[in-house]
């Protein structure tokens, strides 16, 4: 069966995974380290005076809208998660910017934020679960469609 243009990925589908994947890889990366040592988190957690549950959230958001970014499922939903989740880890945890290393960390989150914010307004593109979705589920709702 021969390929035609149309059904090809474009240019912009193929940096739209690689900037998923590469925006996510920080936050699997971290929440399944958080993971593997759960005693030791949830002291440390609890150092910066925020109780388990909080501990559990911070784990579940970056695992899962990490994932749901990477497949590019309900990836706008959880870009603006992160996104948000990076101007209050920037606010709350990195704010003396005299350190030279929490500066870099306060600009290394607001980065971050942006790059998730222009991925919830682009969307994850045609190489991705909610792009295939879209194309083999027909008359979806409007909204389920944009947040796809």
Known sequence: MME????????????????????????????????????????????????????????????GAGLAIAVGFLSRIGAVALGLFCLATAFLFHTDLSNQNELLHFEKDLAIAGGMFVLAVAGAGSISLGGLVKRQVKGLHPWLMAVL
């Open 4 to 63: 035609n243009a149309a059904s090809r990925p474009s240019l912009a589908d193929l940096v739209l995974l690689a900037g998923r994947l590469l925006l996510t890889l920080i936050f699997l990366h971290e929440g399944f380290t958080l993971v593997a040592d759960i005693a030791a988190t949830l002291a440390i957690f609890e150092k910066l005076g925020l109780p388990a549950l909080v501990t559990f959230c911070v784990i579940a958001l970056q695992i």
